[in-house]
């Protein structure tokens, strides 16, 4: 009996690529198409899948979101996470959600087919070069509250905004700031975000 994938990608040709290579695999069939993040549920519900293949970054709802959302309504369901972004934090966000597995858009196709079904047989399949990058992967150097401002800013918040948000006043929430740029030894606000957001650290 086939495994019977859902399929979610926002991107119509590499959908198609993909539901293409899958379908070529005698023991794997897609038995549905989404496009957004929020239409994963509904549709896993419907057909209900051994596996979703969920890319990281969709509409709606992001991969990530949309596999914990799933692991809640069909725990049965496995989820097999498919990104371009393989920062550190991204993979530990990942975990988090209890995925089972994690790989690279760009693997070669037949690493797909077989991660798609050493997850549907209980394994947990992580890309070896995600894994080394979230070992050696840093922790964040800021407290709690020093990385909710600087998420706050990084959505374009002003300093007085941020203060009325976290029932702060002004001048914390600027004392807050300049310990974020002096921690991450960045340039100014704008490089703090920067280095942050390259490191997971605002997610």
Not at 116 to 121: I, T
Not at 142 to 165: D, F, H, N, S, Y
């Amino acid at each position: 009996m086939a495994i019977r994938i859902l399929l979610a990608e926002d991107m119509h040709m590499v959908r198609g690529a993909l539901v293409a290579l899958l379908n070529l695999e005698n023991d794997l069939e897609v038995v549905c198409e989404v496009g957004r993040g929020d239409d994963i549920v509904p549709s896993a519900l419907e057909h209900r899948p051994d596996i979703a293949i969920i890319d990281i970054d969709l509409p709606g709802i992001d991969g990530l979101t949309a596999a914990a959302r799933l692991r809640e309504s069909l725990p049965e369901c496995r989820t097999l996470i498919l990104t371009n972004l393989g920062r550190p934090g991204t993979l530990r966000r990942a975990l988090s959600a209890h995925v089972s597995g994690y790989l690279l858009k760009d693997a070669p196709p037949h690493e797909l087919a077989t991660a798609v079904r050493r997850v549907v047989a209980g394994h947990r399949v992580i890309d070896p070069q995600l894994a080394l990058s979230a070992w050696d992967g840093a922790d964040s150097p800021l407290t709690e509250r020093e990385t909710e401002v600087l998420r706050l800013v990084a959505q374009g918040w002003e300093p007085g905004e941020i203060a009325k948000e976290l029932h702060l006043s002004a001048g914390t929430v600027r004392n807050y700031l300049t310990t974020v740029v002096s921690k991450l030894n960045a340039r100014n606000r704008v490089d703090a975000i920067r280095i942050a957001q390259a490191s997971d650290w605002l997610l």
